[in-house]
Every structure is written in structure tokens, then in C-alpha cells.
């Protein structure tokens, strides 16, 4: 089992900036060599969209084109978490910003892919 937390959206002007973290715990999250932590996001009425992902082995990341150049995804190995930096950001961000884990097989880009997904944290972006 691998649980997720994530934590910092919250209500910002367009052009600033937010930081998302997701912690994750559990046994099965080291497990896999080649395991990856996505970013999604919903919005009201839509559909829950790929924004970024990670994977461990190879390194790699992957972004959204509606994202790229304004977000990076980063981890913390040693604190066992997984950051969204937002910059810029536009009214077109506001959603539901959700982390999900999978355990092997490295990024993909479908919700289903993903084995565990977190609570989620509301990100506001107003014009």
C-alpha cells in the first residue's frame, strides 16, 4: 500500500506562483525501481488531465504542453515527496490538483495507469 498527502494549493492572482507537495508513505513505495508519481488536474465538469510526471529509473520527466515552461516537477528522495512548482499561472490553472503513484513501468499519461491517488488540493487561480 502506498498512501499520498498532498498539500499548498490555495487562492493566487494570475502570474503568481504556487508550490504543491505530495508526501507519500508506505512500504510499497520504494519497492519498485521503476516506479513514477504523476500530477493530474480536474476542473469543474471535466475530465481529470495529465499535467507532469516523474519516474525514478531511468530519470525522467514529462509535462502537459499546456504547462510546459511555466511548471516543474521535482523530488525530495530523502523526504519521500514529489513538488509541483507553478509559476505563472493562468485562470485556465484553477482545479483540483491531484498526485497519483505507480509502481513500475515509469510515466504514463491515463489516470488508469496509476495505482494510487491522493485527496487532492484546490488550486484558484483568479483573473
Given at each position: 500500500q502506498v498512501q499520498l498527502v498532498e498539500s499548498g494549493g490555495g487562492l493566487v492572482q494570475a502570474g503568481g506562483s504556487l508550490r504543491l507537495s505530495c508526501v507519500a508513505s508506505g512500504r510499497a513505495f520504494s519497492a519498485f525501481s521503476n516506479r513514477a508519481m504523476g500530477w493530474f488536474r480536474q476542473a469543474p465538469g471535466k475530465e481529470r488531465d495529465f499535467v507532469?510526471?516523474?519516474?525514478w529509473?531511468?530519470?525522467?520527466?514529462d509535462y502537459a504542453d499546456s504547462v510546459k515552461g511555466r511548471f516543474a516537477i521535482?523530488?525530495?528522495n530523502a523526504k519521500n515527496t514529489v513538488y509541483l512548482q507553478m509559476?505563472?499561472?493562468?485562470?485556465?490553472d484553477t482545479a483540483v490538483y491531484y498526485c497519483a503513484f505507480r509502481s513500475s513501468g515509469g510515466i504514463r499519461y491515463y489516470t488508469g495507469s496509476y495505482n494510487y491517488w491522493?485527496?487532492?488540493t484546490q488550486v484558484t487561480v483568479s483573473s
Amino acid at each position: 500500500q502506498v498512501q499520498l498527502v498532498e498539500s499548498g494549493g490555495g487562492l493566487v492572482q494570475a502570474g503568481g506562483s504556487l508550490r504543491l507537495s505530495c508526501v507519500a508513505s508506505g512500504r510499497a513505495f520504494s519497492a519498485f525501481s521503476n516506479r513514477a508519481m504523476g500530477w493530474f488536474r480536474q476542473a469543474p465538469g471535466k475530465e481529470r488531465d495529465f499535467v507532469a510526471a516523474i519516474s525514478w529509473s531511468p530519470s525522467s520527466t514529462d509535462y502537459a504542453d499546456s504547462v510546459k515552461g511555466r511548471f516543474a516537477i521535482l523530488r525530495d528522495n530523502a523526504k519521500n515527496t514529489v513538488y509541483l512548482q507553478m509559476n505563472s499561472l493562468k485562470p485556465e490553472d484553477t482545479a483540483v490538483y491531484y498526485c497519483a503513484f505507480r509502481s513500475s513501468g515509469g510515466i504514463r499519461y491515463y489516470t488508469g495507469s496509476y495505482n494510487y491517488w491522493g485527496q487532492g488540493t484546490q488550486v484558484t487561480v483568479s483573473s
